[in-house]
């Protein structure tokens, strides 16, 4: 069944209008997000479409795989930060498809799995990227990639009950399995990661147990390259390693992760008996190529233009992780937060612009970034990083770090409480977030159901 | 396999002492948790066994289920609790049966499912209740009730899924029935859960959504009785309804929920077409009775003694929902948490004076309920319940409830947490938990993996 949605006059809807442009907006990342709120009080008609009810800050989703954040804590309701805008509605839905010759955004909602067109006059794309297993896909299940909030609720399930099955295990081979941690990855995500759970294992939980002790843990960072950090200047990446190894973690470089299975990875040479695995090593690009028909670049990246437009589609922009595209001096741009952002920015900036001009393929003045810097953390209070032109390190770095997760947070509400946590934190190394809820990919899903027959409170 | 666990030596394990009189208490809700502070410095080994690793605050818990709280805000992890207590060990584990004769708990840990036998000089069973459906257990999936965790997300779920589902819907029934939410039962769960769900459809979102008006969403409270609140006095149930019906909810007194199907609830002799029913009838103790070979009382609970011991098992105590207690006058003891802490307090002083008289069976003071009162919540600002001898009701009545709620949360944190995601709600009618995330149940838990081929970010 197919239905064309156009806007309804419903209690506060905007009033149904031909003549505004209609702009859909598939991805409420923050390309997305920042586009769309770019086109506040403006003459279009703006449709966000995401298959998430809430806007995810990503940078600190590690946090909430290590106990520290609670999810609500780095998320924001998508229909609350757009409650303002009287030009946008915002759909839950999962696009499937995009009809380039009829202008139609396909997707279905996830309440009843119907068929919805979404007619478009522009299309904003900037649907992100997930994992990339390098066609290893069955290590998917095994290695979990880091996301999505259930993503991290699941890796922090998984986490937490290696060190519950330790405390009861008898055999030495498997409570040592149970306390290994391979982090697959030495990017910014794999760094965080690695030296969180580190942090964790060393000092946050260690009082909490009687029968082993949770500083044994070992926690291997492996990266097939020959430093951390390669987005970063070079002696970031190694003052990073030797902050992570004053953390005891276990860092690997030039090693080549072989083989996933249930007991362990094969790194280099060295099978490690391992319980817990967790990917960070690449990323590809959402499937947009696909929907576009166009030839996808590197990672499933589609190629854009210096306007950020498709090829021969002056009105698709593609954006942040889900584009490919090259900073004045040629150089492809990374797939960071703040190109997202500042692309989000100038789609919307172009797409009025040819409104007005009533061109949608009038001349604009191409994208360009502006780069501010990139931290990463290792651990509680230590940070590298290039701010400008200034290359940091260690405390200074970090107060950087949370000064400018803190800014990007959206909501006052999100920026006290975290802020409150992490002094908490810092205080006291205790995690406020040490819950161990089910997880549908797991095996134990259907525990509670199976037992409540028959079980502990 | 079997294993029998008797303390290890671990790093900081207490030493295994064959001389220490061995307390196990299953449940570390709010009778199990707090009789294990109790045992805090005292001569015995204790283990603590839940089949979850935290605590939760169940009082709070339809906060959670109404967006308006994260998860982590009302829970605590137990080890975190009792890690200062060297002589307590905490097992996440779940207990299939008891074995009195032999004197050993039999348990499955999660994590790798074998059987342990746990022996005990000294056995609390403090398991709690679950929902009970009299008889229709086939309503369990589509009428959830609200006892941990995972209910909550998954109610918070279906609730926020339903407004989502209805903005982009086209048919008038079926936008009805989407917003139409009926709660069964009206005890205080029931009315607390009634009054949240109004206040969130009729101001937190209301300016969400273009499509649909929320504030015509549609909250029915079906009670059996003739009045809501059947364990306060009456004259409160009363203020209760008037307050409920202020905010817009539909209470209806003296109606039988007959039947649940997929489409809805047959109530008395209406059907309504309802998408979203949440359950708060009644509830069931925990299976200990067949655990320990006695019939069981009413709602399946275990009747103990004046000293909460089971007839014929002097050291074994049975507390909170799980057990049949009276009052010194007779009366039955309610299903509160206050029920529950003073017997946890009360069962371990009994275990530790008969432990200095070497006598398992010493005569001990009968246990007496201090009733310090009760509360319930009625929306935003508004509760009703009795303080000592007062009857409260309005806002002097909630100020209470707030006070007496943060003081009784565990951790500085949480209080801390939770007091300003109050104010923060009370001075914006906003809910900050608006998450909508997976749940094991649904049938759209394969979601993800099913369309992370083609789909929005």
New interface residues.
Partial sequence: ME?T?T??D?????PASATRPRVVI????FG?LNAARRFRNAPVDVTV??????FLFQPLLYQVATAEL????I?A?I??VL??QRNT?????????VDVERREVI?S????GLE?HIPYDYLII???A?ESYFGHNDWMKRAPGLK???DA?SIRRQI???F???????GPE?IAA?MTFVVVGGGPTGVEMAGAIADLAHKG?R???????TAKARVLLVEMGQRLLPQFPQGLGAKARRALERLGVDVRLGAEVKQIDEEGALVGDEYVRAQTIIWAAGVQA??AA?WLGVEPAKAGRVTVGPDLTVAGHPNIYVLGDTASARDRDGSPLPGVASVAIQQGHYAAKAILQRIRQGDPAAPVAPFRYFDRGYLATVGRTYAVGKIGPLLLSGLAAWVVWAGVHIAYLI?F??R??VM??WI?KYLTY?R??????????DT??????A???????
Same sequence: chains 1, 2.
């Fill in positions: 239905t949605i806007p309804r419903g209690r506060s809807g905007t598939i991805g409420a990342g997305g479409i995401d298959r998430s009810n809430h609670s999810p609500a804590d998320s309701p229909r609350g409650r303002g509605r915002t759909m839950l839905a999962n696009v499937s498809d997707a909602d996830l309440g009843d919805h900037a649907t992100g997930r999505s909030i259930n609720t937490l009950l290696a519950e099955t330790a405390e009861v295990e008898d498997r149970l939980v009082r909490d147990f009687r029968a082993i002790d959402s499937p696909r909501g509400r999100n006290v409480l409150a946590q908490w205790q406020g977030a040490r819950l161990i809820t089910r997880d549908p990919r134990h899903a259907d525990f509670r159901r037992t409540t027959a028959s079980s502990a409170r």
